[in-house]
């Protein structure tokens, strides 16, 4: 069956990073697009960003334009979110998400659950001194 584990979460001052994994299996990873998507506490879902089935084609919310970076290894079927200079705001659970298709035009920055096909567990990240 279809499986996403995210790692990597943590506690972090502000200014610093940390770097989230999500190893996928059951699925074959190469034909879909991938996204990370936070909720931060008492908040709805929020899309972070989003990477099409072959990695080339990147996407960005405004919010973390230019200090995050998603990636991914299709051999390795592993997917990853460097975050640099966290901020207090980004403190929120981390999911990593299927997309039902290779790539996507356009991302809803509140998306809803059935908008992806498989969710994994989330991993805490907080940012506070």
């Known amino acids: 069956q279809v499986q996403l584990v995210e790692s990597g979460g943590g506690l972090v001052q502000p200014g610093g990073s940390l770097r989230l994994s999500c190893a996928a299996s059951?699925?074959?990873?190469?034909?879909?697009?991938m996204s990370w998507v936070r909720q931060a506490p008492g908040k709805g879902l929020e899309w972070v960003s989003g990477?099409?089935?072959?990695?080339?084609?990147?996407t960005y919310a405004d919010s973390v334009k230019s200090r995050f970076t998603i990636s991914r290894d299709n051999n390795k079927n592993s997917l990853w979110l460097q975050m640099n200079s966290l901020k207090p705001e980004d403190t929120a659970v981390y999911y990593c998400?299927?997309?039902?298709?290779?790539?996507?035009?356009?991302?809803?920055?509140?998306?809803?659950?059935?908008?992806?096909?498989?969710w994994g567990q989330g991993t805490q990240v907080t940012v506070s001194s």
């Open positions: 998400a299927k997309d039902p298709s290779p790539f996507r035009r356009s991302y809803n920055i509140y998306p809803k659950r059935n908008e992806y096909d498989y």
């Open positions: 059951g699925f074959t990873f190469n034909n879909y697009g």
């Open positions: 990477i099409n089935s072959g990695g080339w084609i990147t």
